[in-house]
């Protein structure tokens, strides 16, 4: 089913009219909003950007702006966006010429019996959210395409993958690794932005980069959290409204964990006390929570920290049938 600024086959469809464009007809029509960029970007947008399914398509366009020397940005995603989606694509509007966002559910960083059936896929409210932040084009592959028939070749990011959540969740990280890196080859962006809410990928997806070469500058994205202080998650739509109201306590733990560190408090003493208050509110089973150096995700000794040390304090839990995570950093005062 096409709907306004879907691309199948080089079809394009608008204002309730489908027409048949070549790849250069395409391209013109994408660069004559981009020579508007300047301005647009000041206002909300109100054309949908361009739905692209196939690397095909999407190296035909995206070649055209690179032969014209623009930025391109990149954020990958699992759709059911949330602000904290979309202030990483206003952060890539900001810097880049082209902003380009997938959506796909990616089915190797899910273990059997984990919610791959029932996470939440909202293409068209996603995509009128991304509309209103003007975004350039919207990738939408699906599962043949990202992982062609026969396909044997999959990244690993060792150590960092198995400490943390890669303890609870052994298969998770080699599922991420491995689809941002064909994101990554099917892009090619300039610049890529990821939440540092999902700390840990953030750091791996950075190592990843670095050991295999990826021209792209990887740049973290502030967590954007509610009212209450709980990072805001797809997953959060899961709590039910008395956990919601008791979920909030993780971070409030950590903020306080990461407070104390940042004063002088031997890392063990914060960390207990951390551990305690989030038992203690409600939450059903503790995975970890952790201080860590941020470039090794190493745990840090018990003891005081260094003077001007930066790391970050990270934990995950269950509130009944949902795993929250989140993390704060501090500096060593």
């Not at 959290?225 to 997953?235: F, H």
């Not at 038992?279 to 001007?308: H, I, N, R, T, W």
């Amino acid at each position: 089913m096409n709907s306004a600024g879907d691309v199948r086959g080089l079809q394009f469809k608008r204002v309730g009219a489908e027409n048949r464009f070549s790849g250069s007809e395409m391209v013109a029509a994408i660069n004559n909003r981009l020579l508007q960029a300047s301005a647009l970007k000041q206002c909300a947008m109100t054309e949908q950007p361009i739905r692209i399914r196939t690397l095909a398509e999407l190296r035909d366009v995206l070649n055209e702006h690179r032969r014209a020397g623009r930025r391109i940005g990149f954020v990958p995603t699992m759709g059911a966006l949330h602000d904290g989606h979309i202030s990483l694509v206003e952060r890539v509007r900001e810097d880049c010429d082209v902003s380009v966002v997938s959506i796909f559910v990616n089915p190797t960083q899910f273990a059997p019996g984990e919610d791959l059936d029932t996470y939440p896929r909202t293409e068209e409210a996603d995509i009128a959210r991304l509309t209103e932040v003007g975004t350039d084009i919207v990738y939408l592959p699906s599962v043949e395409e990202m992982y062609p028939s026969g396909s044997v070749t999959n990244v690993r990011v060792e150590e960092m993958s198995d400490l943390l959540d890669g303890l609870h969740r052994p298969h998770f990280f080699y599922g991420v690794a491995t689809v941002v890196a064909r994101l990554f080859v099917h892009v090619q962006p300039d610049v890529s932005v990821f939440g540092e809410k999902d700390y840990q990928q953030l750091q791996i997806i950075r190592r990843m980069v670095r050991d295999l070469g990826f021209a792209i500058d990887v740049v973290g994205g502030e967590t954007v959290r509610d009212a209450d202080g709980l990072a805001q998650s797809s997953r959060n739509t899961y709590l039910q409204a008395e956990e919601r109201a008791k979920a909030n306590t993780m971070s409030s733990a950590l903020h306080r964990a990461a407070s104390r560190i940042s004063l002088g408090v031997p890392v063990g003493e914060a960390l207990e006390e951390a551990r305690a208050r989030i038992a203690a509110s409600g939450f059903d089973q503790l995975d970890y929570v952790s201080a860590v150096d941020p470039m090794s995700l190493k745990d840090l000794p018990k003891k005081e920290v260094s003077l001007g040390f930066e790391g970050r304090v990270l934990a995950a839990a269950w509130m009944g049938k949902t795993r929250l995570i989140d993390n704060m950093g501090f500096k060593r005062l």
